[in-house]
């Protein structure tokens, strides 16, 4: 992919994400708390689905989500982006938190950025 393809990081895209991950982070946190509850009460939903699967599900799509941003819109180098992937598989929810860039951060990749380019 060539410099020209890559665009600008959008601080709301960010922002979007990081409220997509506090919604999953919500989800985990309160799943985590119905499993170690004293109420062992095995909830089956309508189509008999286990609640671990459904919780499991958001995670992975949420987790491809970040890889797919990561690899596609993030205009770092490759080894970065290669480390980013392996932390946001390994450690999950965490690894996604520590992933999503900070302000100073998009300003600086959109500081190489333009001056890459220019």
Not at 60 to 86: H, M, Q, R
């Amino acid at each position: 992919m060539n410099h020209n393809q890559i665009e600008k990081v959008n601080e709301s895209e960010i922002a979007n994400l990081r409220v997509l991950l506090v919604i999953l982070t919500v989800i985990q946190l309160a799943y985590l708390i119905f499993i170690f509850t004293d109420y062992k009460i095995d909830f089956k939903l309508i189509l008999n689905i286990n609640l671990s699967w459904i919780v499991a599900i958001i995670n992975y799509i949420v987790a491809g989500i970040f890889l797919w941003y990561n690899w596609k819109k993030l205009p770092i180098e490759k080894k970065k982006k290669k480390d980013s992937t392996w932390m946001i598989l390994s450690l999950g929810v965490i690894g996604m938190w520590l992933w999503i860039p900070n302000k100073t951060e998009i300003k600086k990749m959109n500081k190489k950025l333009h001056t890459t380019q220019a």
